[in-house]
């Protein structure tokens, strides 16, 4: 007897193994049946005109129920579609300000009398400009359309901006290139083919989506260069001096593909504090897509440290055109876009820990929370209204099996501690060691350190931790501008300890400073320059209004430290002459 009861136990445990086994291999095939069954209601998804309640994804649109069907209805059609326990999940905010529990597209309690934004032309009535699509509620009043926009940039009607890049400061030439100083040398008589890009991918990797023909998306032209897709062409743009030209359309061109181009596969990139994912588009380029976390009116906790802080899409979007409107050209192209969540993200993806992430909030929203340190998880989850979640969209530098890059420790890097303090932060003479170290022994490297410290102080930047520059040119080169997220976070609040690397080192480019100098003139005042520069975006208006302000305000405390070495020093001692024949020659920018 006793023998038998003891095979009956083995035989029950080999049961329960074996209906783990069977329910392990369905929820892994889920997401591929799920892509490949027929939609006999029509096409998956929705979009923002949809009323929330029918504008789920299919399966899940069932689970929510019909205007008259029985609770109980509903729920047995949702059982064919998203698994329950998703739905059951309690939605939270991720904000410690009571007021932005209201969705990212909430007009209720947004303050009555807000400020002329960027999005509103000289002399307009912000409230004037409305969406063209009824059923869309913008963000803010004054938010403009979400439709095809003129493209981002300088215009040549006479703009502010258009009058800045023909001012003299922004029309001094780099120095002759030769093979040595661009990053690619490429051959001009190869044409670039879509179908052989498609079949290396697809070795590469077997999940590479393929949907349509090529000829579809197929650039045109006479010359092999004609054929390149934009972000091939910023690619062989890159040079020793900048990261891209002046006037080179193809950065105009490239900031309207991200905000365009038909996303074809969607993944989450690896490491990293917070979320991002990495996009694919049907043109083969790539991008980091970084989704909108804070209404842009919020401010950073008081209470937060700079490295627990969110990493806003917005300031992505902003330290771009600063960048360039600044004559540095090191921030990687960013345009903002608007991504329908169920379409161009859950239903492209082949990364199933992202897939598995998704629900739907107790306010019929889609939303998703992926994997990463920090904000990944319910209570932190990235909601859309219904379906439709605003980002930003940086573009991919060179791979680096193609251009290796060079990760630098900033040598004013944070303690990234609640107590310590970094060495700079308690040594007035830190400078002095670091100008004895290579690569900062030479004049040019100090001279980026400057011009990034200056960029991070006008953002309120303190997470700038790391540096990169491209290996192919040794130390002789601009210093990439990457992951700007935390910048743009208070505008009634100047970090000076940021500026520390100015005033201890209390050097300048003449470029810089003369530049620095022509934007604080009213007639050329840099809050203007930004709003009309983030104007164009897809996602106007990009900064809150006090952000603009703090721009200026924060400019004149650059100058005035600048002011403060020279008395100190005397001018040759802290400005150096960039802009001589000779010097640019030698050294480069």
């Known amino acids: 007897m006793k023998m038998i009861l003891v095979r009956r136990f083995r035989v029950l445990i080999l049961m329960a193994f074996l209906v783990a086994c069977a329910l392990h291999i369905v929820l892994d095939l889920l997401p591929k049946l799920e892509r490949s069954g027929a939609q006999p209601s029509g096409e998956p998804g929705c979009s923002c005109a949809q009323p929330a309640a029918e504008a789920a994804a299919p399966g899940w649109a069932q689970a929510r129920g019909r205007p008259g069907e029985p609770p109980a209805a509903a729920s047995a059609a949702g059982d064919a579609g998203w698994p329950n326990k998703h739905t059951l999940r309690i939605l939270q905010d991720f904000s410690s300000d009571p007021s932005s529990n209201l969705t990212s597209h909430s007009l209720e309690k947004l303050p009555p009398a807000a400020e002329p934004v960027e999005g509103a032309l000289p002399g307009q009535d912000p409230g004037a400009l409305r969406p063209l699509d009824p059923g869309h509620r913008p963000l803010l009043r004054g938010h403009g359309t979400r439709g095809p926009v003129p493209p981002p940039g300088p215009s040549a009607d006479g703009s502010l901006l258009a009058r800045l890049f023909q001012h003299p400061l922004y029309q001094a030439a780099i120095p002759p290139l030769t093979e040595d100083d661009v990053l690619f040398n490429v051959n001009s008589d190869i044409r670039f083919n879509p179908k052989a890009a498609a079949a290396a991918a697809a070795a590469e990797n077997p999940d590479w989506p393929h949907e349509g023909p090529e000829d579809e998306f197929l650039p045109t032209g006479d010359t092999a260069v004609d054929s390149y897709p934009n972000w091939l062409k910023f690619h062989i743009g890159i040079n020793r001096y900048e990261l891209y030209s002046r006037h080179n359309p193809a950065v105009e061109a490239l900031l309207r593909d991200l905000g365009a181009q038909k996303i074809t596969s969607v993944a989450m990139k690896s490491g990293g504090t917070q979320l991002k994912l990495?996009?694919?588009?049907?043109?083969?380029?790539?991008?980091?897509?970084?989704?909108?976390?804070?209404?842009?009116?919020?401010?950073?906790?008081?209470?937060?440290?700079?490295?627990?802080?969110?990493?806003?899409?917005?300031?992505?979007?902003?330290?771009?055109?600063?960048?360039?409107?600044?004559?540095?050209?090191?921030?990687?192209?960013?345009?903002?876009?608007?991504?329908?969540?169920t379409k161009e993200i859950r239903d492209v993806t082949r990364d199933k820990k992202l897939w598995r992430t998704f629900f739907i909030s107790p306010a019929n929203n889609i939303c998703f929370y992926g994997e990463c340190s920090y904000y990944c998880s319910t209570e932190h989850a990235l909601c859309g209204r219904p379906d439709q979640i605003e980002g930003s969209l940086a573009a991919f530098l060179p791979d680096l099996a193609l251009a290796k890059r060079k990760t630098w420790r900033n040598p004013w890097r944070r303690s990234y501690h609640k107590r310590k303090k970094a060495e700079w932060e308690v040594d007035p003479d830190y400078c002095e060691e670091v100008k004895q170290t290579p690569p900062y022994d030479s004049s040019h490297r100090i001279l980026d350190v400057m011009d990034m410290t200056i960029f991070d102080f006008l953002m309120g930047n303190m997470d700038r931790h790391h540096y990169e520059t491209f290996e192919k040119f040794g130390n002789?080169?601009?210093?990439?501008?990457?992951?700007?997220?935390?910048?743009?976070?208070?505008?009634?609040?100047?970090?000076?300890?940021?500026?520390?690397?100015?005033?201890?080192?209390?050097?300048?480019?003449?470029?810089?400073?003369?530049?620095?100098?022509?934007?604080?003139?009213?007639?050329?005042k840099l809050s203007l320059l930004m709003a009309e520069s983030l104007r164009r975006d897809r996602v106007a208006p990009v900064l809150y209004r006090p952000h603009l302000e703090a721009l200026d305000r924060r400019l004149r405390v650059v100058l005035q430290a600048v002011r403060d070495c020279v008395e100190k020093n005397g001018l040759p001692g802290v400005v150096e002459d960039d802009l001589s024949p000779e010097h640019r020659a030698s050294a480069g920018r």
Request: positive net charge; hydrophobic residues 35%.
């Open 278 to 341: 990495i996009m694919t588009f049907q043109n083969y380029g790539q991008a980091l897509f970084k989704p909108m976390k804070q209404m842009r009116e919020q401010e950073t906790p008081p209470d937060f440290f700079y490295f627990s802080d969110y990493e806003r899409h917005n300031a992505e979007i902003a330290a771009f055109h600063l960048d360039r409107i600044l004559d540095f050209r090191r921030v990687p192209p960013v345009a903002g876009r608007m991504v329908n969540m």
């Open 476 to 524: 002789k080169t601009f210093i990439i501008h990457l992951d700007n997220g935390r910048g743009f976070g208070k505008y009634s609040h100047d970090e000076l300890s940021i500026l520390v690397p100015l005033q201890q080192c209390c050097r300048i480019r003449r470029s810089t400073y003369l530049r620095l100098q022509l934007l604080a003139k009213e007639e050329y």
